[in-house]
Structure formats: structure tokens, C-alpha cells
């Protein structure tokens, strides 16, 4: 009977992230291919983990459309173009968080959200304001790559706290402090990170902004690893 309970609701949660997927696509901030892969990472993630685990990763889809959509007409007027965002961009920004679940690793898992939500909030809210190049402190036009702002780098933080706050609502890490801290430091790191390739790399031609996305996320992984690792 538990048995057959279980596999009720885990067919129920698979339903779901079909629905989810539909509803990803239907809104138009993932094209075709974009949107059935985040399904299937959906599928995976509850598998191996749990509708708490995927419910993580859809914040994170969430705030970085609402985010994107914040004052659109603005950054449409200073030349600022949103392309519909595609498998690449899901890949280079999910890949790490699904082995990080996959493995069970609940720090990882928490680092790379938080850094790709930390760098999507930064992006879309920094620009908002005049950002100045990471490397060198010149001030830069909205959206060039490697700029960062006091807005931006405010709105990245409180994004970071928030998938934070949220793995511990949904037991996806089981200490509240834990969990804020491994969001916070590897949100801001990865962030910085991301900004600082993006300076680099990106704009010498050796990198695009999947690369630098994965980059960032490994990094933010990286770090929450660390972080409970030493017992911080």
C-alpha cells in the first residue's frame, strides 16, 4: 500500500513538471528546446530528491523572469535587448545545481542557485543604474559585460538570501543559519566571479556568457561545498 502511495505521488509530481514545463514555454521565457529540457531536469531532480529540491530550482526560474520583465520598457529605451533565453542558457546555469541534487549534496546544490540567482538579479536590477567596469572602476554603459553596481550588487545579495531563507522552508538544508550563509557567500562570490570573467574573458572574445555562467556556478558550488566541509 506504501508502495503504491509512493508511486501515486511520485507520478503525480512528474505530471507537474510537465505542466510546469508547458507553462515555461507558454509564457516565452524559454523557447521549445529550452523549456522540455528544464522538464527533464525536473523529472530527474524529483527522482532522485524531491518536489522540495525542484521547487528550489523553480524559484530560481521565477525570480529570474519576473526580474527580467522589471521594467522592460526602460531597458528597451537605453538599447538593452532580451533575447528569448534557450537550451544554452539552461544548461550553463542548471547543469550544476542537477548533479549537485543528484549526489544529494545540499550545499552545492544551494551555492550554484544562489550565485545563478545572485548574477540574474544583479544583471537585471544593476542595470538600473551606471555600473562601473569590475577590473578597472571606469564607469560603463548598463549591460556591458564585467559591470557591477551598489544596486546591483544589493539586489544580488537579497536574491541569494532569498533561495537561502527558502532551502530551509522546504528542508532542502536542515540549519537555517547554514543554509543563509552558504547562500549569501557563495551567491556574492559566484557573482563577483561571473563580473569579473565577464570583464575578462567575455570581453576579449574567449568566452560567452554560457561559459561565464558555468563558470560561476561551479565556483558558487564550489564554495558551499567548502562551506560545510569545514563546518562553517
Known amino acids: 500500500m506504501k508502495n503504491i502511495n509512493k508511486n501515486m505521488i511520485q507520478l503525480i509530481f512528474l505530471i507537474i513538471c510537465v505542466i510546469l514545463g508547458i507553462i515555461v514555454y507558454l509564457s516565452g521565457a524559454l ?35 519576473v526580474f527580467t520583465n522589471f521594467k522592460k520598457e526602460y531597458k528597451q529605451r537605453i538599447g538593452l535587448k532580451h533575447e528569448q533565453r534557450t537550451i544554452k542558457n539552461v544548461v550553463s546555469n542548471g547543469i550544476i545545481p542537477v548533479l549537485m541534487a543528484i549526489f544529494g549534496n545540499y550545499a552545492g546544490f544551494i ?18 543604474s551606471k555600473p562601473i567596469l569590475i577590473t578597472s572602476q571606469e564607469q560603463v554603459q548598463p549591460g556591458t559585460n564585467g559591470g557591477v553596481s551598489v544596486l546591483g550588487t544589493v539586489a544580488g545579495l537579497i536574491g541569494a538570501l532569498i533561495i537561502g531563507v527558502s532551502s530551509f522552508i522546504v528542508n532542502v538544508s536542515p540549519d537555517i543559519t547554514h543554509s543563509i550563509l552558504i547562500a ?38 564550489l564554495v558551499g561545498i567548502i562551506l560545510i566541509t569545514i563546518g562553517a
Not at 551555492?111 to 538600473?128: H, Q
Not at 549569501?184 to 556568457?209: H, K, P, Q, W, Y
Request: proline share 0%; hydrophobic share 55%; charged share 10%.
Open 184 to 221: 549569501i557567500m557563495s551567491g556574492m562570490i559566484g557573482c563577483f566571479v561571473d563580473s569579473l570573467l565577464g570583464a575578462t574573458l567575455e570581453r576579449n572574445g574567449l568566452f560567452n556568457n554560457e561559459h561565464v555562467n558555468l563558470t560561476a556556478t561551479i565556483i558558487g558550488a
Open 31 to 65: 523557447d521549445l528546446l529550452g523549456s522540455s529540457f528544464v522538464t527533464i531536469i525536473g523529472i530527474f531532480i524529483v527522482i532522485t530528491r524531491g518536489f522540495n529540491w525542484l521547487a528550489i530550482l523553480l524559484l530560481f526560474l521565477i525570480l529570474g523572469s
Open 111 to 128: 551555492g550554484a542557485i544562489s550565485t545563478a540567482t545572485a548574477d540574474t538579479l544583479a544583471s537585471e536590477i544593476g542595470v538600473l
